[in-house]
């Protein structure tokens, strides 16, 4: 069983700061990661996608990927109320041929006004 | 858009039922998967597949059966409903070229 660990919060933080959302996974060739926000009562989304070491920028979100520490994580700058759900981090399975994902449980992000 | 469709968004059902839980995909993709939700579990595997020629089971797939007929639609069946398998139960499928799931909007399911 690949392990996909992450801070499990909740995380708080006031509008307009950085939100800072870490994952850390046990698989060293996993190649393919992902956050995914859920809303209460609403399936994932998925928000971002990264593939190589580095940072991925979208909008207000970064993702950073380090593989040599597996290590991930998901910046939002400018947080805002609307922000505020449970992010999953998820890792692919490499050794699986039908594309499974390893997801973390979770951290949940409260963004207050 | 990707468009994964769920047959319910809530259902509720007796002890013993057999219980069909449909998931129907729009973009031709091959792979499809079931999950259940719970509070401080996070998503587990129950199920997953390749178009229609191969099932595998995930990480929890006692009690439950799929069915995938057709490539677009992937059904979850329990096939004599417990209490304990009252969850969230989620659908997703698989834009392979870049390994990404999209999800379905849910079923909550609730058995009495």
């Known amino acids: 069983q690949k392990e996909v660990e992450q801070n499990s919060g909740p995380l708080s933080v006031p509008e307009g700061a950085i939100a800072s959302l870490n994952c850390t996974y046990s698989?060293?060739?996993?190649?393919?990661f992902f956050w995914y926000r859920q809303y209460s009562g609403k399936s994932p989304e998925l928000i971002m996608s990264?593939?190589?070491?580095g940072d991925k920028e979208d909008g207000r979100f970064t993702a950073q990927l380090n593989k040599a520490s597996q290590y991930v994580s998901l910046l939002i700058r400018d947080s805002q109320p609307s922000d505020s759900a449970t992010y999953l981090c998820?890792?692919?399975?490499?050794?699986?041929?039908?594309?499974?994902?390893?997801f973390g449980r979770g951290t949940q992000l409260t963004v207050w006004p | 858009d990707v468009k994964v469709t769920q047959s319910s968004r809530y259902l509720v059902k007796r002890t013993g039922e057999k219980v069909f839980l449909e998931c129907v995909q729009d973009?031709?993709?091959?792979?499809m998967f079931w999950y259940r939700q719970d509070p401080g579990l996070g998503l587990r595997l129950i199920y997953f597949?390749?178009?229609?020629?191969?099932?595998e089971k995930g990480d929890i797939p006692e009690g439950y059966s799929v069915s995938r007929e057709k490539k677009e639609r992937f059904s979850l069946i329990l096939e004599s409903a417990s209490t304990n398998q009252t969850s969230m139960y989620l659908c997703?499928?698989?834009?392979?070229?870049?390994?990404?799931?999209?999800f379905g909007p849910g079923t909550r399911l609730t058995v009495l």
């Open positions: 998820a890792v692919n399975d490499r050794g699986s041929t039908l594309g499974r994902l390893y």
């Open positions: 698989d060293r060739g996993s190649q393919s």
């Open positions: 990264i593939y190589s070491n």
């Open positions: 973009m031709d993709h091959e792979n």
């Open positions: 597949s390749y178009d229609v020629k191969m099932k």
């Open positions: 997703a499928s698989l834009r392979a070229q870049v390994n990404e799931q999209f």
